[in-house]
């Protein structure tokens, strides 16, 4: 059904329906049929409540219930009983006024109705342009993360060809004049070297992030008992020079790239090593896991110098160091590298800590669906 905006069309209609109601009178008293025109009174009544509403479709009814009556009056009915006539008037206004109100109920669902799907297409419409905006956005940053890891790929790999000719070089200094120069220029030799030592440290550690989507194997079920015992074998020196103490329960099995695993262990647990007052207490670092139903809620807890909480989210961003014993340690990279492996198993990593009391690392990773290898 239609609903009428047009107030020159809603004019219209109620100036005809006015009309009608004293033409369909004026044939009622014509042609004598009585009765039979009473159903008539309701075309004009249901044109002028749609083109309105309620409160003008009223009065037309009890205008139309008037002129039936004078129509009836007029063309000679005898009643029985003088009320009747009364009594039928009113009960064909109340007839009128109960299409009347059916009519404008109708009519207010339908605008509530169309108006609800006006919204619902504006905001089909603006949901629409959204996803093609997020989907154009998302475009740009799947290219513009290639292009920069690119960039970091291939600026980390050109730079470690003068690095290497600038060690080279500063280590010929050291052995051939060592005999020539004082102790203040070998000081200034090894502080030399020391720095491109770490540079070359920093640009393997930039290219190993810069690689990590492009090396992710297929996950397969990856014991991470095996995992963790590689990533000591990998820190025994660190763990011998500090006399670490390290301890583990347990582990589980799930679904992942067993080389990134024993990645993440190795700089959880290093970070752990290193971060540790030396000069108080040697390093201890306990491993262990939660299960659940849904993922495997791995720790590794220390006694180190702690992390103020300001810095938990800091520290898993690129080149992002904290101060160790006095010294400046680590290079930055190793949680970032830790934070991106773990995403890209579909988990989380996060850090529980206070200063001087130790830190808790956590990370996620999804339960393995089926059944364990040895754990």
């Given at each position: 059904m239609y609903i009428i905006r047009s107030n020159k069309l809603?004019?219209?209609?109620?100036?005809?329906?006015?009309?009608?109601?004293?033409?369909?009178?004026?044939?009622?008293?014509?042609?004598?049929?009585?009765?039979?025109?009473?159903i008539f009174y309701l075309l004009p009544i249901i044109i002028i409540t749609w083109a309105t509403n309620m409160w003008i479709g009223i009065p037309a009814s009890l205008l139309s219930a008037i002129i039936w009556s004078t129509a009836d009056r007029l063309g000679g009915h005898v009643y029985s009983y003088e009320w009747i006539p009364y009594w039928n008037a009113f009960v064909r206004f109340g007839f009128y006024i109960i299409i009347t109100i059916t009519l404008s109920r109708l009519k207010e669902g339908m605008r509530q109705r169309s108006l609800l799907y006006e919204e619902l297409e504006e905001a089909y419409n603006e949901l629409k342009k959204a996803e093609e905006d997020l989907e154009l956005k998302a475009k740009e940053l799947v290219r513009s993360n290639v292009e920069l890891e690119q960039f970091a790929y291939v600026a980390a790999h050109d730079l470690r060809y003068p690095l290497v000719t600038i060690g080279g070089y500063i280590n010929m200094l050291k052995?051939?004049?060592?005999?020539?120069?004082?102790?203040?220029?070998?000081?200034?030799?090894?502080?030399?070297?020391?720095?491109?030592?770490?540079?070359?440290?920093?640009?393997?550690?930039?290219?190993?992030?810069?690689?990590?989507?492009?090396?992710?194997?297929?996950f397969e079920l990856t014991d991470m008992n095996e995992n963790f015992r590689i990533a000591l074998s990998n820190l025994q020196d660190l763990i011998?020079?500090?006399?670490?103490?390290?301890?583990?329960?347990?582990?589980?099995?799930?679904?992942?790239?067993?080389?990134?695993?024993?990645?993440?262990?190795?700089?959880?647990?290093?970070?752990?090593?290193?971060?540790?007052?030396?000069?108080?207490?040697?390093?201890?670092?306990?491993?262990?896991?939660?299960?659940?139903?849904?993922?495997?809620?791995?720790?590794?807890?220390?006694?180190?110098?702690?992390?103020?909480?300001?810095?938990?989210?800091?520290?898993?961003?690129?080149?992002?160091?904290?101060?160790?014993?006095?010294?400046?340690?680590?290079?930055?990279?190793?949680?970032?590298?830790?934070?991106?492996?773990?995403?890209?198993?579909?988990?989380?990593?996060?850090?529980?800590?206070?200063?001087?009391?130790?830190?808790?690392?956590?990370?996620?990773?999804?339960?393995?669906?089926?059944?364990?290898?040895?754990?």
């Open positions: 809603k004019a219209t209609l109620i100036t005809s329906g006015y009309l009608a109601i004293f033409a369909i009178g004026w044939a009622d008293y014509k042609s004598g049929l009585e009765l039979g025109f009473s052995r051939k004049y060592k005999d020539k120069l004082d102790e203040e220029a070998m000081e200034l030799i090894s502080t030399a070297s020391r720095g491109v030592y770490r540079m070359e440290t920093l640009i393997k550690g930039l290219l190993s992030y810069a690689r990590l989507e492009s090396k992710v194997r297929e011998n020079e500090s006399n670490a103490e390290i301890t583990c329960d347990p582990l589980t099995s799930v679904m992942a790239d067993d080389v990134q695993m024993v990645q993440v262990f190795q700089n959880l647990v290093g970070n752990a090593i290193r971060f540790v007052n030396a000069d108080k207490e040697r390093p201890r670092i306990h491993v262990s896991v939660k299960k659940s139903d849904e993922e495997c809620v791995f720790s590794i807890m220390d006694n180190g110098i702690g992390i103020g909480a300001e810095h938990f989210e800091r520290i898993f961003g690129l080149f992002q160091r904290i101060k160790g014993a006095g010294e400046n340690t680590g290079t930055g990279i190793g949680l970032a590298i830790c934070k991106k492996i773990v995403e890209l198993h579909g988990g989380r990593i996060w850090v529980e800590s206070e200063p001087g009391k130790g830190s808790v690392l956590y990370f996620t990773i999804p339960a393995a669906k089926h059944p364990e290898v040895a754990a």
